[in-house]
């Protein structure tokens, strides 16, 4: 194995596309070392991208933030400005492990890694949060639900990765959440998660909402008939309840050690629901 | 698997050693330069007794890349006390009984000193939620708890 | 040593709160624990596991391996000496595998290498051949008949005739007429309760480090609760004297039964000898997880009766415990615990030890108690909410007390459980008002605690210090207490005792630190050894003041002139008399041997309020207390820490810890991140009230109290959560989807 901090973007990717075994991007490292440990996956080649120009950096553009992909999520959550406008998003990247991987850990790593339960995800998803993706070719803005293929598989191609991730503008009256479900209070991986981002008018009627879950399929799910279910709506009760079954509805996971279908079905409603009453909130209505 | 070289800096000396690829922070701190402060519970990030700053900020040293080390700054329970005597926080685990074993009271520490910079005045529950990645099998937290909050209003009153 | 009650003793120091002696290693990082150590020319060893739940080991290639350059040793179950000893052959058979891998994990060969990273590598070119069996985790499964075989020709004759070749082991104890008893009931309940196993969960791995010489003498340095024991199994298995094995105890960084028996240092020790080259050995977590002792996992029936007014008239309990692959007595425990703290005129319990495809059991903190009692105490609640009746008065009642033949044979003598119940009822946490959804659990623990080998070693220093020698690990601040100890007996200041844990060549025999022992043992000894030295410096002063003997006597940390014969003389001082010890006969030290009974049994009871998330079926602990008899609180920090910390693994051990199976028989989540004890967050604080009443059996009157506290979580919150959700839970842990899955069926 070697191990390779390029400078810049080009050598980067240089160095990702000419090898011809086993590369890593190497961003917190927080998945990256553990898999090692594992004997998971026995590189040939890690990339540590930290020292490529502006990729620790956050900067305001075009009304919403472009997060740097070696942004740490202690980073994020010590930036007011981008809290203030996409307060879910940054709760979700500040749900991940502990204080010592919010240390290293990456939304964009945490993307990357592809794991259904990944907890930024569903929340980024629901954003409508564009990745910025660099490589031999020139770059590239990719939507971040088209990144994850299913577990531990992306859609980047040989030598590209991402080099920051985009939270856009967003009107007034707009507010998001993300909550997920562990058994205990920190340090456990998803069991079920949903991400609700929604804009409110004057009246404080939903006229657009994006609703995703986690840890209920091979991949994120954009769920449009949840949101459908409560656009048009001030979020009452019957609106609720349409939420959680349409997230239910759109269910397919798997029985393993950490929760039964039953329960990730389930709870996914509960969690949508509880997520669209704070988005709904955040956003200035009263539910 | 060839060896690289590092030059870094820990509790403000300078250090140079050779390591591989794959190895740790941890495993160079610990077989390297014979900093054995820092545990290894875990070798995955769960566990927290590995703790240290890497400039600056908290991190599990099991999850860093030795190599990573480069140019940077490391802090480690080894740097805590001064020549004018144990730190605070160190001062109160002793007098509160943190410490049972006491394998997890180095990680704890490391991170708890991080908070108290950060946050002089922490609530009990955000002394929890900050420690919440530090393990600890013995005590049940309560006098951990209770130890940190002494430290800070010593150190709030100093 | 009987309880000195005639002195009524006014203690100066005991029961005082000073800091440990070794404090301020333990919070600079200068404590070394098992991995901290290194030897010049060390070898780095990695052992190989099996992937199997159970498999034959048709053959192992380990040319490849030993080909590598780097590589210096490899080892397979064959170059491990087979004990005839039952007990030892299965620790040897446990350490490295012979003709079939037991478990998942199991260990089949060993690499000692010049670098951890060509060790990793020479495993990956061991060859082995598995022919793979069928396999058997669940307890219940492996008694059927039918049942995958794990390990033939195993039953003890107590095993009836019938059963399944898995049950090795069969156990009664009881008294009075049950059908009788059942009879005179008005309400019996009946119910059936599963619990997983759970791990100790140590933070530290098992760590060592082995050097043997040509001319076989061998040095161990390991984290163990005994070196001792160490000494005498790994002698066994290298086929060693025990003179020629010297292991010294590092520090240890928590062990909780889990490391009261051997893994790796054998492995170490063999490697080291074919290798002539130090050898060290770290388990990593997965091996931890693997491979080192779990408790049983359980499947218990009880049926209690009980009147209208609360008093049980009959209890039954029958118990099935699996201690994993190898033949297992924990259930003994259970079945003798599991209605310990009632006065009952009719109770049977019967257990059964049941092999599966798991590792081998190792004692944890009350083995085998907290399941059985957490059967009973669920169902003893469960008759208090059909009977409306209060669970502490309905305890109170029925509470067993001096004199009480206990369910399982002794009669008890002073015991404290009384009290405890009392102390609960009258302290405010049972009084605050609970919000709507919020429930209280209530359960009673028991532990038997015990005695056993001790050792010690009391040297009067010249210059007027005092050292301690004892041979057991200070898992949790036992140095302090027992420098106490001595320092209150001998009449002078705390910190002019320094107590060291002895190596094995050091000292005479000591047991592990298992059994709560501890501070009542070694303090014990400790005691005893200042009184010899005591005896000792009044001889020095007799012999200055030209006296008999006789005429001295110790008091205040001075020898007096004593009787009215004895003449007038100054006080003489320890350190009066040690300064001059060297023209008054030589150095002076006081010693004890003794294998130590009366430990006392320990009682107590928890109060836990919880709440649990209707939607999710998510429990939340909102505040928790625990009370519980010590005896005498030495260092009442410590006694309050084993309270908290037991309380806080019960409360793990409730709520999400669990060895979860996969269909193949792997353990599905050998980690921290799955295997899910409590974190700092998941906690309110642990309020911990302290009874004192003395036992006995001890001249402090000093209890165990390590053990007890893990005991009534599982049933306090498992009531608790049984209220809070009206439905009787019945299977441990009470996780999420288990909870939620009963809330929709009911
Ligand atoms: C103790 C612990 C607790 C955890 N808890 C959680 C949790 O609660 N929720 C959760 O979601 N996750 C959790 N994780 C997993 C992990 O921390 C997250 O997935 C994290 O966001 C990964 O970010 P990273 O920067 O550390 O990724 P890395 O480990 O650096 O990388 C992860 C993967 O993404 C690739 N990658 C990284 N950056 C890029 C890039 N810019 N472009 C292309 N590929 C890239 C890497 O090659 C690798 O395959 C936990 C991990 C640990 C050790
Ligand atoms: S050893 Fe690093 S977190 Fe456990
Ligand atoms: S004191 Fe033992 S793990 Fe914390």
């Known amino acids: ?47 540590d991208i930290k020292a490529l120009p502006g990729i620790r950096a956050i900067v305001a553009e075009a009304g919403g933030f472009r997060i740097g992909a070696a942004v740490s999520n202690a980073q994020l959550g010590e930036d007011a400005a981008v809290r203030a406008l996409w307060p879910g998003v940054v709760e979700a990247a500040g749900l991940i492990g502990s204080t010592q991987v919010q240390g290293r850990a990456t939304m964009a790593g945490n993307l990357c890694n592809a794991s259904p339960a990944g907890d930024a995800v569903p929340a980024l998803v629901a954003a409508g949060a564009v990745a910025r993706v660099a490589g031999p070719g020139v770059a590239r803005d990719v939507p971040v639900e088209a990144i994850p293929a299913g577990p531990g598989k992306t859609t980047l191609k040989r030598g590209e990765f991402i080099t920051s991730i985009f939270l856009p503008a967003r009107p007034a009256k707009s507010g998001d959440a993300y909550l997920r479900f562990i058994p205990r209070t920190e340090m456990d991986i998803a069991v079920a998660s949903a991400a609700v981002s929604l804009t409110l008018n004057d009246q404080g009627v939903i006229t657009a909402a994006r609703v995703a879950l986690g840890a209920v399929a091979p991949t994120v799910r954009l769920v449009d008939d949840a949101a459908t279910a409560i656009i048009g709506t001030k979020l009452h009760d019957d609106a609720q309840a349409a939420l959680a079954a349409a997230c239910s509805a759109a269910c397919a996971p798997i029985d393993d050690k950490r929760g039964t279908i039953e329960f990730r079905t389930e709870v996914a409603g509960v969690l949508a629901k509880r997520a669209a009453r704070i988005a709904y909130t955040r956003a200035g209505g009263q539910a | 698997m060839s060896s690289i070289s590092v030059s870094t800096t820990v509790n403000g000396d300078p250090v140079d050693f050779v390591c591989t690829p794959d190895e740790s922070l941890l495993d160079a701190l610990r077989n390297r330069m014979g900093l054995t ?19 600056g900020r908290l991190v599990c040293s099991c999850l860093v890349l030795a190599a990573e080390a480069e140019g940077a ?27 049972q074993c006491g394998v997890c009271t180095p990680g704890i520490l490391v991170a708890a000193k991080a908070l108290l910079e950060k946050n002089p005045d922490p609530s009990d529950e955000e002394v929890r939620y900050w420690l919440a990645g530090n393990l ?22 100093a | 040593m009987a309880f000195d009650s005639h002195e009524k003793r006014q203690f100066k120091q005991v029961g005082t709160r000073p800091p440990r002696p070794d404090g301020v290693d333990k919070v600079t990082g200068r404590a070394q624990y098992g991995a901290d150590v290194t030897a010049p020319g060390m070898l780095t060893a990695r052992i190989l596991r099996s992937p199997h739940a159970h498999a034959r080991i048709v053959s192992i290639d380990t040319s490849e391996a030993e080909a590598m350059a780097g590589v210096k040793g490899v080892v397979t179950g064959r170059d491990f000496a087979l004990p005839e000893d039952a007990g030892l052959a299965d620790i040897a058979v446990n350490v490295m ?24 590598a020479a495993l990956k070119a061991i060859k082995v051949q598995y022919e793979v069996l069928p396999h058997v985790t669940d307890v219940d499964a492996a008694m059927q008949p039918g049942a995958p075989v794990v390990l033939e020709g195993r039953a003890l004759e107590s095993v009836p005739a019938g059963m399944s070749v898995n049950v090795t082991h069969a156990s009664e104890f009881g008294h009075g007429d049950l059908a009788a008893g059942f009879a005179k009931a008005d309400r019996i309940v009946e119910r059936s309760f599963k619990t997983a196993a759970t791990h100790q969960g140590y933070i530290e791995p098992h760590a060592c480090l082995a050097s043997v010489t040509v001319d076989g003498k061998a040095d161990l340095w390991c984290c163990t609760q005994g070196q001792f024991m160490v000494r005498t199994v790994c002698a066994a298995l290298m086929g060693m004297e025990a003179s020629q094995l010297r292991v010294t105890a590092s520090e240890i960084g928590g062990g909780f039964g889990g490391k009261t028996t051997v893994f790796i240092e054998p492995v170490a020790l063999v490697l080291a000898r074919k290798t002539g080259r130090p050898v060290k050995i770290t388990m990593t977590r997965d091996e931890v997880f693997r491979a080192t ?3 049983v996992s359980t499947s218990i029936d009880v049926k209690i009766g009980m009147t209208k007014d609360g008093r049980i008239t009959a209890g039954e309990a029958r118990l099935r415990y699996s201690g994993g692959a190898f033949p297992c007595g924990t259930v003994d425990m259970g079945a003798m615990a599991a209605f310990a703290a009632y006065d009952l005129e009719a109770v049977r319990t019967q257990g059964w030890n049941v092999l599966t495809n798991r590792p081998k059991e190792a004692a944890y903190r009350a083995p085998g108690a907290p399941q059985a009692i957490y059967a009973v105490e669920s169902v003893v609640d469960e008759l208090c909410q059909i009977l409306k009746l209060d669970p502490l008065d309905v305890r109170i009642r029925n509470a067993a007390k001096k004199g009480t033949k206990s369910s399982y044979g002794p009669v008890f003598d002073d015991i404290g459980l009384l009290a405890t119940l009392e102390a609960a009822k009258a302290h405010p946490h049972y009084k605050a008002p609970l919000k709507p959804g919020q429930a209280r659990g209530v359960s009673c623990g028991f532990w038997f605690n015990f005695g056993g080998n001790t050792c010690v070693s009391l040297n009067v220093n010249t210059d007027g210090t005092v050292g301690v020698t004892e041979g057991n690990p200070d898992i949790g601040g036992s140095r302090a207490s027992i420098s106490l100890m001595a320092a209150e007996e001998l009449g002078i200041p705390y910190d002019k005792v320094r107590t060291i844990v002895a190596d094995t060549a050091s000292l005479g025999y000591n047991d592990v630190t298992d059994g709560s022992r501890v501070t009542f043992s070694v303090g014990l000894a400790t005691i005893a050894a200042a009184r010899d030295a005591k005896v000792k410096m009044c001889a020095r002063a007799a012999k200055i003041w030209g006296i008999d003997d006789e005429a001295v006597e110790w008091k205040d940390g001075a020898a007096w002139p ?14 009066e008399i040690a300064a001059v010890s060297f023209q008054t006969g030589g150095p002076i030290a006081g010693h004890h041997e003794v294998n130590a009974d009366g430990a006392g049994v320990s009682f107590g009871v928890h109060l836990c309020d919880l709440e649990v998330d209707p939607e999710t079926g998510k429990t939340t602990i909102l505040r928790y207390s625990v009370f519980q008899d010590a005896g005498k609180a030495v260092h009442p920090d410590y006694v309050e820490g084993q309270m908290q910390g037991g309380a806080v693994q019960g409360i793990g051990w409730a709520l999400n810890e669990e060895y979860i199976y996969g269909r193949d028989g792997r353990l599905q989540n050998p ?9 700092a967050s998941d906690l309110p604080m642990i309020e911990a009230v302290i009874l004192e009443i003395p036992n006995p059996g001890h001249p402090y009157g000093v209890r165990g109290v390590g053990e007890t506290p893990i005991v009534p979580p599982l049933a306090a919150i498992s009531n608790g959560v049984s209220r809070a959700v009206g439905v009787r839970m019945q299977e441990l842990p009470l996780s999420p989807p288990r909870v939620l899955k009963a809330i929709k069926a009911a």
């Open chain 1, 1 to 47: 194995m070697r191990y390779e901090k390029p400078q810049t973007v080009a050598d980067a990717a240089r160095l990702l596309t000419a090898e011809k075994g086993i590369t890593r991007v190497l961003g917190g490292g927080t998945d990256v070392l553990v898999q090692l440990k594992a004997g998971m996956v026995e590189p040939d080649l890690i990339v």
């Open chain 3, 293 to 295: 002792g779990p408790t």
């Open chain 2, 73 to 99: 700054e490391i802090a480690t329970v080894e740097g805590m006390a001064g020549p004018e005597g144990l730190h605070p926080l160190q001062r109160a685990f002793i007098d509160h009984a943190a410490l």
């Open chain 2, 37 to 55: 402060g820092a545990k290894e519970g875990c070798g995955t990030g769960d566990c927290g007794a590995c703790s240290v700053l890497l400039n």
């Open chain 2, 136 to 157: 600890c099998r013995c005590t049940g937290y309560d006098k951990i708890v209770r130890a940190v909050q002494a430290a800070a209003a010593e150190m709030r009153s």
């Open chain 3, 671 to 679: 980690g921290f991140l799955d295997y899910r004890v409590p974190v």
């Open chain 3, 562 to 575: 004593a009787g009215p014969n004895a003449g007038q003389f100054p006080p003489m001082s320890l350190a």
């Open chain 3, 97 to 120: 595998a012979r003709d079939k891998a037991l478990y998942d994990g199991h260990a089949v060969a060993a690499v000692a290498a010049v670098s951890p990273a060509i060790a990793k």
